[in-house]
């Protein structure tokens, strides 16, 4: 039976081919085993007992099992079935370096401990490289090997305890946004599973930290300036901050800053009256006075002309308009929120941006997250938008394939929600069938070199666990974004600490190489020298 994180029960799994020593080895870790008892309640094996089966509950109520196995195919089976806590390898029963690599794969959490014969350093820099937790050379002595099991025991569980206070704090998010009892929520498949959130859809932990930042900011009067990619979904962020507020039942109005010519961009926000110009043939009220009382959204703000900049900067200080070739000024209460793709900061130092119009807006700043840091979305984006527009179109798709779903996973999607959106559509559109298949796709999202270069990229996993911020966040006038390396240095180093060192385990959750870790950081190195 499966042990899961919650059993107050360790499994210690030895994998050695020869008789002898697997004896021997194991006599020892029983030895161990029983050290760790409380002996009213021991529950020592009897000696005549295989050891494939030796169990004994230590003082904090914790049962410690030794299982053995010969073979790698026979680990593999008992991993499935105990997920052990430490794992002890005979580098030769598991055919060297390749079956550490697929032990740590595996069993990601397990410390494993490999066991060799030869003594060559080599051979234990190469079982450290693959993932091992050490590494002993056989015949390995009692009080080396019990204290090692013992560290290995200690540090097991020290991850452990981080691990379960991630997922308390998982559920401390959802709950904060959804706090009614999910007992009361129906049942949902995997296929099904999501988190919707006015507008928004994911339970990713990118997406969670960014529900409970709008709903730390939603309630205030105060600008918020909102940053992403194109395609990220800011406005549907602008819509859940203004539906969040206390202003949800006053108007919402967007002005897109990049879409409208600078020449009427300033009667479409301030308004005009008739005859102000030609073809002014009725007064216009502008969209700061149409959002009274409630949002007024200006999207891609990075884009607006120089001389109208001024004029905003003037209506938030006073918080009155004019309209063209009018004399009154009146006066309108909006809260305001804008967004850009762009790096606000650079726009300032390069002086397309005005400074003092930025630190006036740039009160309450939130980042949206691309779609390629949040990939366990994916599938839920997808089946939500396949079975919108397969009621749209009248189509009979119902599901994707495993081949296309793992073309949708392994994209890196420069276009983000919009750009999945429009994949699935067309998809839908131009083929018939029950599930889409992978050949269906864009012929872009099914390259090899995509592929790969989605895998390689090596940032979602640390950046989900950190939590998304604002990458411009506490940036100071003319200091641009840092270089490239230096943020993948950040990240991989970051990931590396998270794991005590373990440079297999950080690549694990990068989604690359550990021999890209090792190459980089010789790399950085020599930078440095």
Request: charged fraction near 25%; proline fraction near 4%; hydrophobic fraction near 40%.
């Amino acid at each position: 039976m499966q042990h899961t994180e919650h059993e107050l029960s360790h499994s210690i799994l030895l994998i050695e081919g020869d008789e002898a020593q697997q004896c021997a080895i194991g006599t020892l870790i029983n030895d161990f085993i029983s050290r760790q008892s409380n002996p009213a309640k021991s529950l020592a094996a009897n000696p005549a007992k295989s050891l494939t089966a030796i169990s004994v509950e230590n003082s904090a109520n914790q049962t410690i099992i030794l299982d053995v196995v010969c073979n790698l195919e026979e680990a593999h089976q008992q991993i499935a079935a105990t997920g052990p806590a430490i794992i002890l390898a005979d580098m030769e029963s598991v055919c060297g370096i390749q079956g550490v690599e697929a032990l740590t794969s595996v069993a990601p959490h397990a410390k494993l401990i490999s066991l060799s014969g030869l003594g060559a350093l080599s051979s234990a820099i190469d079982a450290m490289r693959a993932g091992a937790w050490d590494f002993l050379i056989k015949p390995v002595g009692k009080s080396t090997l019990q204290k090692r099991i013992g560290e290995a025991l200690a540090s097991y569980q020290k991850d452990l305890k981080r691990r379960l206070k991630a997922k308390q704090k998982k559920v401390a998010l959802l709950e904060s946004i959804h706090p009614a009892s999910s007992a009361t929520k129906p049942a949902k498949t995997e296929k099904t599973s999501e988190l919707a959130f006015e507008g928004f859809c994911g339970r990713s932990a990118a997406m969670l930290e960014l529900y409970q930042q709008i709903d730390r900011v939603a309630p205030s009067a105060a600008p918020v300036f909102i940053t992403g990619e194109s395609g990220t979904g800011k406005d549907v962020c602008a819509e859940a901050l203004h539906a969040r507020s206390g202003r949800g039942d006053r108007p919402f109005v967007a002005l897109n800053c990049s879409a409208i010519p600078k020449d009427l961009m300033e009667s479409e926000l301030f308004g005009h009256c008739k005859g102000a110009f030609t073809g002014a043939v009725a007064d216009h009220p502008g969209a700061a006075e149409q959002a009274d009382g409630g949002t007024l959204f200006l999207d891609e703000i990075g884009d607006m002309d120089m001389a109208l900049q001024a004029k905003l900067l003037r209506f938030l200080q006073t918080g009155t308009v004019r309209r063209i070739g009018d004399v009154q000024m009146r006066s309108v209460n909006v809260r305001i929120i804008c967004a850009t793709h762009r790096d606000p900061y650079k726009a300032v130092a390069d002086r397309r941006f005005r400074e003092d119009l930025f630190y006036r807006l740039h009160v309450l700043p939130i980042f949206v997250p691309p779609l390629r840091v949040r990939k366990e979305d994916v599938l839920v984006l997808a089946n939500r938008f396949l079975e919108s527009y397969v009621r749209e179109e009248g189509r009979a798709f119902t599901t994707f394939s495993s081949q296309s779903e793992a073309c949708l996973k392994h994209y890196h999607w420069p276009g983000n929600v919009r750009e999945l959106q429009n994949v699935v559509r067309h998809t839908i559109v131009m083929n018939d069938g029950q599930a889409v298949e992978a050949h269906m796709l864009p012929d872009s999202m099914r390259s090899s070199s995509v592929a790969a270069e989605a895998l390689d990229a090596g940032i979602k996993s640390t950046i989900a666990e950190a939590g998304v911020k604002d990458p411009f966040e506490g940036r100071s006038k003319g200091h641009d974004c840092l270089p490239f390396w230096q943020q993948e240095q950040s990240i991989i180093e970051a990931a590396v600490t998270r794991y005590d060192g373990n440079i297999s385990r950080a690549a694990a959750a990068l989604e690359i190489s550990p021999s890209t870790i090792y190459r980089k950081r010789q790399s950085w190195l020599s930078q440095s020298v």
